[in-house]
């Protein structure tokens, strides 16, 4: 009997980058298609109350008691947007909402070094079937910096493409990025960097005349919908953030 264990452990060390995900998104099931993806993300946000925020969190305050990612069901939730979004064997695939990977509760004092927006993104992407493709991180640096090399060549048959807002209109399924904190300011023209930089990204979920609507996660600590101004053609413009890229997600169907 006991080499039979020893094989299977000796299986598990060498399981798949993507080995988290469920059977029909490892396979998958079905093509990594834009409704997926935009379905699986209006799903999280009905989910987490159909938060709306339009203001970028004026007057919103972090408390223990009030943030929604530290709430019996939600902290949950956010554990498994780390465990199925993140690679097998990254340490932050342990992480939830307000535990580290040792299963410690983390003061609200440093939530940021636990910052979950990325995950979000890598979950919807692996649930909706993007695969190995998709370049699954716990910051969003660093898939933004994957596809601006991509847009440069250097990637054969790239899933993401970084695109410029000036010229290019985001379509349902794309991933539109801000830089934060030191990285505010930043311009297509900086990308792709050296170095790693702090970022949020958040998935096109509709769009109507002049309004593109997104969701992201980890904004007021819960998965959020933001309303952005566009022009006639589509493109950002005007709006409170600077979204200085677009991913373009190279889906397999509609």
Same mark, same amino acid.
């Given at each position: 009997?006991?080499?039979?264990?020893? /094989?299977? +452990?000796?299986? %598990?060390?060498? *399981?798949? =980058?993507?080995?988290?995900? =469920?059977?029909?998104?490892?396979?998958? !099931?079905? =093509?990594?298609?834009?409704?997926? *993806?935009?379905?699986?993300? #209006?799903?999280?946000?009905?989910?987490?109350?159909?938060?709306?925020?339009?203001?970028?969190?004026?007057?919103?305050?972090?408390?223990?008691? @009030? #943030?929604?990612?530290?709430?019996?069901? +939600?902290?949950?939730?956010?554990?498994? !947007?780390?465990?199925?979004? #993140?690679?097998?064997? #990254?340490?932050?695939?342990?992480? @939830?909402?307000?535990?580290?990977?040792?299963?410690?509760?983390?003061?609200?004092?440093?939530?940021?070094?636990?910052?979950?927006?990325?995950?979000?993104?890598? !979950?919807?992407?692996?649930?909706?079937?993007?695969?190995? $493709?998709?370049?699954?991180?716990?910051?969003?640096?660093?898939?933004? $910096?994957?596809? %601006?090399?991509? %847009?440069?060549?250097?990637?054969?048959?790239?899933?993401? /493409?970084?695109? $410029?807002?000036? @010229? !290019?209109?985001?379509?349902?399924?794309? /991933?539109?990025?801000?830089g934060r904190n030191r990285a505010r300011g930043m311009r297509f023209a900086d990308l792709p960097t050296s170095t790693p930089f702090p970022a949020h990204c958040a998935i096109v979920v509709a769009g109507a005349p002049h309004t593109v609507s997104i969701i992201g996660g980890n904004v007021d600590d819960a998965v959020t919908m933001t309303h952005l101004h566009a022009d006639d053609e589509g493109r950002l413009a005007? $709006?409170?953030?600077?979204?200085?890229?677009? +991913?373009?997600?190279?889906?397999? *169907?509609?």
């Amino acid at each position: 009997m006991r080499k039979p264990l020893l /094989l299977l +452990l000796a299986l %598990a060390g060498c *399981a798949a =980058p993507d080995a988290h995900a =469920p059977p029909f998104a490892n396979r998958p !099931y079905a =093509p990594f298609s834009r409704t997926d *993806a935009v379905a699986i993300a #209006m799903g999280e946000w009905r989910l987490w109350g159909q938060r709306v925020d339009d203001d970028g969190g004026a007057g919103y305050v972090q408390t223990d008691a @009030t #943030m929604g990612e530290r709430q019996p069901g +939600l902290w949950e939730r956010v554990g498994e !947007y780390w465990w199925q979004g #993140m690679n097998a064997r #990254m340490p932050e695939a342990a992480w @939830t909402g307000k535990h580290d990977g040792d299963g410690r509760v983390f003061p609200v004092a440093i939530n940021g070094r636990y910052a979950w927006s990325a995950a979000f993104i890598s !979950y919807v992407m692996r649930i909706a079937g993007a695969g190995p $493709n998709f370049p699954y991180a716990p910051d969003h640096a660093y898939y933004i $910096n994957i596809a %601006a090399r991509a %847009a440069t060549g250097k990637i054969p048959d790239p899933l993401l /493409l970084a695109e $410029n807002p000036a @010229t !290019y209109a985001p379509r349902l399924g794309d /991933l539109v990025c801000l830089g934060r904190n030191r990285a505010r300011g930043m311009r297509f023209a900086d990308l792709p960097t050296s170095t790693p930089f702090p970022a949020h990204c958040a998935i096109v979920v509709a769009g109507a005349p002049h309004t593109v609507s997104i969701i992201g996660g980890n904004v007021d600590d819960a998965v959020t919908m933001t309303h952005l101004h566009a022009d006639d053609e589509g493109r950002l413009a005007g $709006n409170m953030e600077d979204w200085f890229v677009i +991913l373009k997600v190279n889906y397999k *169907a509609k």
